[in-house]
């Protein structure tokens, strides 16, 4: 017979569990345990859920949501199959207890576990944003500012302990000293109940302040609520949640209406995105292009090549973001370079950083001097970590090179390229402080060797005329010859330039990267070819990418 709690088809199952070893820290298992299966409509596509009956021991214990349901599956998608069936239920099921009893199980790695271990969302079209952590000596409540970024989006920017200044959004926060193991609620009524419950102010206190933010707020506008809730175990990483009561409820809380209460003033609690720097993990942050993050970047050259590696460095949330080009956006061009046709007749540069800023709200994109010859011809290397020369241009290659001989400190210095025939293959040329000039004397210095190796025969392109036929003329009548290539080519091609140049800003090394798509079957598909002073310098240039 199942609980009446349980208001969903379950069977019941009575697991043997008297040979599952017990650690001191772990769950004590009895040598019996009573789990209730449910099943959901969309089962098997779905894995069923399991419930246990109400008992302190499940109660804020990790990977138990609202102390009654266990959560057997981390990742449904990946773990279940559609074909499982009764056996490896029950066997994963007892997998549980045996990580529970041998204290396996990480409370940090577990989803929401100050608030029930559920995400507490029922306004699923709206996001909670949260950017700034609360303040440490917070011990009852305190007012929010927020950003209503979007209809979908709010951010939650900052803690203070008077009401809001005139213009600003404004919320009402409470701290919550201990966790909150059966979940939030969803009105007044519940979570005023659970505050006091954890150790905050009192239910009525909670109820009071409520009504004091309806009245000193704006009819027809929602109360935001803020939740600061202690973790079990990382005591200095609450679990921040923001909820509100909407326009309705809160005009009728504005009116005094006696009608209304507090078990039916709803709280709808939001989508939470939590982008705390001392709490989440940037996903990147074992890849090459980490180390972009908090560095300052030119980039000049925003055509094929230079406008994706300039979108794939600034989602790394580079700290400074500077774009040169002075060209403008042809139709022709959406094919393969990263603009809209709302950008056709706009300078690139310009079209480029308005992306670029609606990308990372933490780095300073600017549209430099149209061309980079501008800067070079006043003899000085712009201050900053690095610079990528993407114009193929060989003025600005000679120039970037004669000064790059008389200037100490400098930034690490980078050319790229991709071939004329496909843009599939890719070069990188980085010098570094070790070089009497700059990625031209590394081309220079190494394109001999590169030429007299047959197994790089492939690459020899970057410093050979293109053969006949090889370049692409897009229309009758076009005087400039371009290179082949689509957005597909190019987005792999520049990634894979950003990985390398990431990895150049973390232990630069100068010399050649020469490297190939896959789908390209070039082989090899990477090869370094690192700088040396000795060697003789070639009296070919390199044919690449042009602008156009």
């Not at 009852?140 to 213009?167: F, K, N, P, Q, Y």
């Not at 004397?441 to 006949?468: M, R």
């Amino acid at each position: 017979m199942k609980p009446s709690w349980l208001k969903r088809p379950a069977i019941r199952v009575r697991l043997d569990t008297i040979g599952i070893d017990q650690a001191e820290r772990g769950l004590a298992v009895s040598d019996t345990e009573e789990i209730y299966v449910a099943f959901e409509e969309d089962y098997p596509n779905r894995p069923p859920r399991v419930f246990v009956d109400e008992d302190e021991r499940f109660e804020g214990f990790p990977h138990v949501i609202c102390a009654r349901e266990l959560c057997i599956y981390l990742n449904p998608q990946r773990e279940w199959h559609p074909t499982f069936g009764a056996d490896q239920i029950v066997d994963r099921v007892f997998r549980w207890f045996e990580e529970a009893a041998s204290g396996r199980f990480d409370s940090r790695t577990s989803l929401f576990h100050a608030v029930g271990g559920a995400n507490p969302a029922t306004e699923l079209s709206v996001t909670s944003v949260i950017l700034d952590n609360p303040p440490s000596d917070m011990s009852t409540t305190c007012h929010i500012a927020l950003v209503e970024r979007s209809a979908t989006r709010i951010d939650l920017v900052g803690w203070r302990r008077a009401m809001r200044a005139s213009g600003e959004t404004n919320g009402l926060a409470f701290f919550v000293p201990s966790p909150l193991p059966h979940g939030l609620g969803g009105n007044t009524e519940i979570i005023a109940h659970r505050i006091e419950q954890a150790g905050g102010v009192s239910g009525q206190e909670v109820l009071s302040q409520i009504q004091r933010a309806a009245a000193v707020s704006r009819t027809g506008r929602p109360i935001f609520l803020c939740l600061v809730v202690t973790h079990p175990t990382e005591i200095d990483l609450p679990t921040v949640v923001l909820g509100k009561i909407d326009s309705a409820f809160a005009d009728r809380l504005r009116s005094r209406d006696a009608g209304l209460t507090p078990r039916e003033t709803r709280i709808d609690w939001m989508q939470i995105s939590d982008e705390r720097a001392t709490l989440t993990t940037p996903r990147d942050n074992l890849r090459p292009a980490a180390a972009f993050r908090g560095a300052s970047v030119e980039i000049w050259g925003c055509g094929g090549v230079g406008s994706w590696i300039a979108e794939f460095i600034a989602r790394a949330r580079p700290t400074k973001l500077v774009l040169r080009d002075p060209a403008f956006v042809h139709r022709g061009l959406l094919v393969r370079q990263n603009y809209t046709e709302q950008d056709v007749g706009e300078f690139k540069a310009s079209q480029l950083a308005l992306r670029l800023s609606s990308i990372s709200d933490t780095t300073d994109v600017s549209v430099g001097s149209a061309s980079a010859l501008d800067v070079l011809n006043q003899g000085r290397i712009p201050d900053c970590d690095l610079i990528i020369d993407a114009t193929v241009n060989e003025t600005v290659a000679f120039r970037l090179d004669e000064i790059a001989a008389v200037t100490k400190d400098r930034p690490l210095l980078a050319q790229v390229a991709t071939d004329v025939g496909s843009g599939t293959l890719g070069l990188v040329v980085v010098g570094g402080d070790d070089v009497p000039g700059g990625p031209s004397t590394v081309d220079l210095t190494i394109a001999e060797q590169i030429l007299a190796d047959g197994a790089l025969e492939p690459y020899h392109v970057f410093w050979s005329p293109p053969s006949f036929g090889a370049e692409l003329i897009p229309s009758p009548g076009c005087s400039v010859p371009t290179y082949h290539g689509s957005a597909a080519d190019l987005a792999a091609t520049a990634g894979s330039m950003v990985s390398l140049l990431g990895q150049q800003l973390v232990a630069p090394v100068s010399g050649v990267h020469l490297f190939a798509a896959p789908h390209s079957g070039t082989l090899p598909c990477h090869r370094f070819e690192p700088f040396t002073i000795t060697g003789q310098f070639p009296d070919s240039t390199r044919s690449g990418e042009s602008t156009k």
